[in-house]
């Protein structure tokens, strides 16, 4: 029997920063798939708080993974929005990542999928902060991921919106109010799930 293989790709929102580990999304991604009957081994999660794209990269460059997997997720660029890097290097890195992404799933881009920045600007945490200047900013980041994911032909997931409209629900957040809860991450699962369920596994 096959077992498909899931590698997550990212930062803070991908390991599920103060949330248990089995409420982040890609766990819950694949618990939502077995309770549909596909046979999924447990994600495997190449992710660190605070990681930008470059050294996401750089990790990817230097750690042994799998040569193959049957799903890949890649969800960055909080920050090199936060350290205010420039756009055009995380265009670069991005580019570098997907083609890393697609490569790991053995050339089959819409095997991958794209989540969107969320916007850090709607949680208790940015007060005091330029919020129009992190959302604009965050919309530029976003706005290359989108162009080289459809460029690619992989799938882009946006949950930015999403994002910008739990400013006042902090059952969306975990207990950092900076982080998302387990709910929100159960949220972006299904999306992922979705996509998954119609590529016959």
């Known amino acids: 029997m096959h077992y498909n ?9 991908t390991i599920g920063e103060s949330v248990p580990l089995h409420q982040s999304f890609p766990y819950q991604v694949v618990q939502l798939l077995r309770k549909k009957g596909k046979h999924f081994h447990a994600p495997e999660i190449v992710a660190k708080t605070g990681w930008t794209t470059t ?30 890097l420039p756009l055009a290097d995380f265009r670069s890195d991005f580019e570098f990542l997907i ?28 007060a005091g902060k330029d919020l129009q200047t992190i959302s604009k900013q965050i919309d530029s980041f976003n706005s290359v991921c989108s162009a080289l994911t459809n ?30 809860s387990g709910i929100t991450h159960l949220r972006w699962a299904e999306k992922v799930v979705e996509i998954i369920s119609d590529i016959s596994v």
Do not use: C
């Not at 293989?5 to 929102?13: K, P, R």
């Not at 890393?100 to 709607?122: E, Y």
């Open 5 to 13: 293989t899931y590698l997550a790709l990212g930062d803070s929102y």
């Open 55 to 84: 050294e996401l990269a750089e990790h990817i460059l230097h750690t042994k993974l799998n040569a193959q997997y049957d799903f890949v997720t890649l969800l960055i660029g909080v920050n090199n929005q936060y350290r205010v």
């Open 151 to 180: 460029e690619a032909g992989a799938h882009y997931i946006n949950i930015t919106d999403e994002t910008r409209t739990e400013k006042n629900n902090l059952q969306a957040l975990a207990s950092d109010q900076l982080h998302y």
């Open 99 to 126: 083609r890393k992404a697609i490569q790991f799933t053995g050339n089959k881009p819409s095997h991958v999928m794209v989540l969107s920045i969320p916007d850090w600007g709607f949680t208790p945490f940015a």
